[in-house]
């Protein structure tokens, strides 16, 4: 998601179901990248369809932004799957959509823990994907796997 000009402590009114118990912090705050950007594993430019500041490859154009992102995994080597349980042999990607569409997305580590770039803020693990569900980042709704090699 963009645009974001939030504090740590706002987590507790954006990511509700993050508690100490299920997530740990694993980088400093920067705005040299965003989740996009982190889980397609770029951690020097932010990424997102149609900003004319944020990186975009060529190839990957559309419309639609969710259709777009999607796109952007699949030219990577990803495909969609059903869901985020982790499988032996597969990194997976998650994006997360609220009503308003695509906002977040995150990256399964080989633990089967993810990770995520949250805005500008800090970088975290957390266990499940249901701990940044909310009313902010929505439901993580597609899910892509790629052959680890």
Partial sequence: ??????????????????SNDNHSITSPATDNY???????????????????????????????????????????????????????????????????GPTHAARQLESGRWTSKLGILVDIEHDTLEALEGEFYGKAAVFLRKRNV
């Fill in 1 to 18: 998601m963009t645009g974001q000009r939030l504090t740590w402590g706002d987590r507790v009114r954006y990511w509700p179901n993050l």
């Fill in 34 to 100: 965003n989740c996009i950007a982190w889980a397609y594993e770029v951690s020097n430019k932010s990424m997102w369809p149609g900003y004319p500041d944020y990186y975009w490859p060529s190839d990957v154009t559309g419309r639609d932004e969710l259709r777009t992102l999607i796109q952007l995994y699949l030219n990577k080597g990803y495909e969609e799957c059903e869901n985020g349980q982790q499988e032996d042999g597969f990194k997976k990607v998650a994006i997360y959509v609220n009503q308003e």
